[in-house]
């Protein structure tokens, strides 16, 4: 008569295991695993399998401790032999919490801007227009959301201090953590963002003259903690005042990308704006036109609704003005759906990425991208194909 082989006993997970596991998770702030951040405290095994885990917290108040929580659970079920997960949260003590800073500067000093280094390999591009109303964040936000979504790391800084607006258009209502003296950046979409908005309570607004600004927009390139960028995007706010003047102060190396419309008066003050670039010593990258048209519901006609060439007459007075070449990275149509991303927060690249606009946006990202990975070869010994 058969009988049944009665089942091995499970084995119990090693701490080997289980810390490899946790070797997986990143802190959703820092985007780091958080075995190097030091957030582990401790590794409990039972021998029925159940895994105890302490984590470390950098804030009391954080605001990720469930993702967190969650996180943790979800790798270390996933190790064979655990039958039960429980985390326990801590908090770093300041000793803890400034050895993380110092980690994360690299032995970088406090207060430096990163990316004016001379050995930095990040891209940063300066959104620029003359007047308000050009769509300027629009294309921002969906320049930041394409590149993201194409594999390169990217972050946006809202330097339009006055009229800020992209945590809206990246739909994001996340609030920084502090560490000591660094911040660490929400994300959206891939993207990481600041913006003083993360800091005003409601829709207050802000009342600050040069000094402050200049200040704050010093705070937002130093103190956040951007990790390695590809590119980094600062929308500025329209015309030629202070934030124009402390970003060629404080990222000497940033490049001007200005967005006009077709119409002639919107056109001959963008000129204006990117002209700045003779007295700062930057180089303009391009020029982009918004609202170029408006395709015809009704056939394949496009409606000059806002005239047409305001572009081209951007780029060609930048380019006598600076003596080299000025090129159009792109045209952008009117697209309704490109209005209606930004007010929900799903940028039109992501959410419609074959409309018309969408099309048009990702075609500069791509161009703007291209330029990136050819920085990234060259610091290899590589040949860029691309000499845009």
């Not at 009988?3 to 119990?12: R, V």
């Not at 996933?78 to 039958?83: D, R, S």
């Not at 993380?100 to 004016?116: K, S, Y």
């Not at 620029?128 to 320049?143: E, M, Y």
């Amino acid at each position: 008569m058969a009988t049944d082989t009665p089942a091995a006993p499970q084995t119990a997970p090693s701490e080997e295991a289980v810390r490899s596991a946790l070797a997986t998770v990143d802190d959703p702030e820092i985007h780091r695993p958080i075995t190097e951040l030091g957030m582990v405290k401790s590794v409990e095994i039972a021998g029925d399998g159940a895994v105890h885990v302490g984590v470390y917290l950098t804030v009391s108040g954080c605001p990720m401790r469930e993702t967190i929580i969650s996180r943790v659970s979800e790798a270390v079920r996933a190790v064979p032999g655990v039958t039960d997960v429980a985390v326990e949260l801590d908090v770093m003590s300041e000793e803890q919490r400034r050895e993380l800073a110092t980690a994360l500067r690299g032995g970088q000093a406090e207060r430096e801007v990163p990316f004016a280094r001379p050995d930095s390999l990040t891209r940063v591009y300066c959104v620029a227009s003359g007047k308000g109303g050009v769509g300027k964040s629009s294309v921002t936000v969906n320049l930041a959301a394409a590149m993201a979504a194409d594999g390169l790391k990217v972050g946006v800084v809202d330097a339009d201090i006055y009229g800020h607006s992209v945590p809206r258009m990246l739909g994001t209502d996340g609030r920084p953590t502090q560490v000591e003296n660094m911040i660490m950046p929400p994300s959206a979409h891939g993207v990481k963002v600041i913006s003083i908005g993360m800091f005003t309570p409601g829709n207050a607004p802000v009342v600050w003259r040069g000094p402050m600004l200049h200040r704050a927009l010093q705070q937002f390139l130093a103190d956040v903690y951007w990790g390695d960028l590809d590119v980094l995007l600062l929308d500025l706010p329209p015309g030629t005042g202070d934030i124009a003047i402390s970003v060629a102060q404080l990222v000497p190396n940033a490049e001007i990308l200005v967005v006009t419309t077709p119409q002639q008066a919107a056109a001959e003050v963008a000129e204006r704006a990117g002209a700045i670039a003779v007295q700062t010593h930057q180089k303009i990258v391009g020029v982009v036109e918004n609202m170029s048209g408006l395709p015809c519901p009704h056939c394949d006609e496009m409606l000059d609704v806002f005239g047409s060439g305001g572009g081209e007459r951007v780029a060609e007075g930048l380019t006598r003005a600076t003596g080299a070449e000025v090129p159009v990275l792109g045209t952008i149509p009117i697209d309704l759906r490109l209005r209606e991303g930004g007010d929900e927060g799903k940028p039109v690249v992501l959410s419609d990425p074959d409309s018309a606009a969408g099309q048009a946006i990702r075609s500069v990202a791509s161009k703007l991208g291209g330029r990136q990975r050819g920085l990234a070869g060259m610091s290899l010994g590589i040949t860029p194909r691309n000499k845009f």
